[in-house]
C-alpha cells in the first residue's frame, strides 16, 4: 500500500501544517483500567479528529497531480468533511460536503465555517454517499471516498507518531467507522516490525467488520443504530476488511451505554471531553480489562467533536439514569 519512507514523508508534510499530536500515559486511566494506558490525543488536531491527517495528503496530491481540478464531493457525517474542508482551502480546492439529515449540527457548521458547500441528503451515510457520487458524474467533481490509499497513508501518521514516541505497547485499540483508522495503524505497525496486537472496536448496532470477521465474508447492515456517529457504518468497504482480516487481532463490540460511560471517564481522568468513537476504544479496553491485565496498552481518542446537546442527553442521560 505504502512505504516506511513514504510514510515519514507524509508526516513530514503533515507537519507544515500542525506539530503532531501528544500521546500520555494518564495515572488515573490506568488505575481505571489495570494497566499501564497511553493515549494518542487526535481530538487536538486543528479540526479536533484524525481524519484531518489522510484530506491533508490527499488533497496536497490532488492539487500537485491534477491541474485545473475544479472541486472535491465527499459523503460524511463529519469528521471526513471537516477533514476535506480544511485541507480543501489550504490547497485552493473547493470542497462539496454531502451529509445526511439529522447530522451533527456542530460539525454541519464546522464544515461550513471552512468554507465547504454542504448539502443534506437522505436517511445515513450510505444514502449521502450515493448522491455525493451522483454530483460528482453531473457537476464534474473529483468524489473522494472515505477511504483511499492516500487518507489511509495520511491518518497511519498518527499511529507513527504513537509507536516511536511511547514505550512498546502489547495492544492499541483502535475504533472502525469505514475503516481508515484501523487499517493506517496496521500499516505502521506492520512497516515499523512490531508485534503490537491492533484490536479494533465497533459499536453493537453498526458492527459491520466484525460480523464480516466472523463469517469470513463482507457483512452488509440494513440499519446503522449507535450514538456514536463516527462508527455509524453499515456498509464495510472490501479493500478495508482485507487489511483488517489480515492484520487486527479482533474486533470488540461495545455499547452505547459503554461509550458514554468512556466518556465520563475520559472527561473525569483526563478532562479531555471526546465524541463516542473516539471513547469507544476505551470502553472495550475497560470491557477486556482482565485480559489486559499488567499490559501496556495504547488508545487512540480519534476525535473530540461532540455536540453539547448529544453529550447532555447521551452521556449525561445515562449518567443520570444508572
Known sequence: MFSLPELHEAKALIHQTFPGTAQYAWPLLAARAGTEVWVK????????????????IYAER???ERDGVRGIVSATRGNHGQSLAYAGRRYGVPVTVVVPHGNSVEKNAAMRALGARLIEHGADFEDAREHATALASSEGLEFAPSFARDLVLGVATWALEL?????????LYVPIGLGSG???????????GLATEIVGVQSTGADPYARS???????????????????????????????????AARIVTVSDNAIAAAIRAYWTDTHNLTEGAGAAPLAALLQERERMAGKRVGLVISGGNIDLDLFRSWVLGVAEGE
Request: aromatic share 4%; glycine share 10%; hydrophobic share 50%.
Open 163 to 171: 509507536f516511536e514516541a511511547a514505550p512498546p505497547l502489547d495492544a
Open 213 to 247: 470477521l466472523a463469517a469470513g465474508h463482507l457483512v452488509a447492515l440494513n440499519r446503522a443504530e449507535t450514538l456514536a456517529d463516527g462508527m455509524a457504518v453499515r456498509q464495510p468497504d472490501a479493500e478495508a476488511f482485507a487489511l483488517i482480516q489480515a492484520g
Open 41 to 56: 490525543h487526535e481530538n487536538h488536531t486543528p479540526t479536533g479528529a484524525f481524519k484531518l491527517r489522510g484530506g491533508l
Open 182 to 192: 484501523i487499517c493506517g495503524a496496521i500499516r505502521a505497525r506492520d512497516l515499523l
Open 62 to 64: 490532488l492539487a500537485r
